[in-house]
């Protein structure tokens, strides 16, 4: 991970929260019957970001089948990067995070989460910014209880957190933390007053 500028972040993709079936170890296999969730996160407090491991007990739907599945988290100080696709301000299955959930054209679903932003770059220019049309949809979810369901206060804007823009590009990373996620891509995010972050 590369650090630029004086408050850095990281923007993880495919931090891949390792979904958990209650028989053992899941596999990013889904033609094996095994899972992973993809979402991209941000390091919004510059030190890395914190996961979660299953033993957390966090449940979330990622694969939207109706059940929620014992999973890796986000730690409370980063946030998911999220769009409320229901309008009901809750983030209620992984189609709603940036991720291999996220369908990028009619039944077809992104590879990570950076292939899964691409799509709202309407501008053309690389990045996620003010000047696509998705900008204002775009939410964070810092989930400070780390309960996998979104309260009061937990659901942010870009602008409200102080994003400036979020870059497309990522570096492939083989990084596993000690919860057991893993962290497959790295990429970078600019604050809106400057310092660009990593993701």
């Given amino acids: ?49 914190s996961t979660l491991g299953l033993d957390a007990g966090v449940q979330f739907d990622h694969n939207g089948d109706g059940f929620a599945q014992a999973t890796g988290w986000v730690g409370p100080e980063d946030a998911l990067l999220a769009m409320d696709l229901t309008g009901n301000e809750e983030i209620e299955t992984g189609s709603e995070l940036f991720g291999n959930a996220s369908e990028i054209e009619d039944g077809v679903t992104a590879m990570n989460g950076f292939e899964a932003l691409a799509i709202h770059d309407t501008n053309g220019n690389g990045r996620i910014d003010p ?24 659901l ?5 957190v102080g994003i400036g823009s979020i870059d497309l590009g990522y570096t492939n990373s083989t990084y596993v933390d000690e919860h057991g996620n893993e962290h497959r891509q790295i990429g970078r995010f600019e604050w809106a007053d400057g310092p660009i972050s990593q993701r």
Avoid: C, K, Y
């Fill in 1 to 49: 991970m590369e650090e630029l500028g004086g408050a850095s972040g990281v923007l993880q993709s495919a931090w891949d929260f390792w979904v958990g079936d209650l028989i053992g170890d899941v596999r990013d296999f889904f033609n094996r019957g095994e899972s992973h969730a993809s979402p991209i996160i941000l390091d919004l407090d510059g030190n890395g970001i």
């Fill in 131 to 154: 000047g696509d049309e998705a900008w204002d949809d775009l939410r964070l979810w810092q989930d400070t209880n780390g309960n996998g369901e979104v309260d009061d206060g937990e």
């Fill in 156 to 160: 942010l804007t870009l602008d409200e």
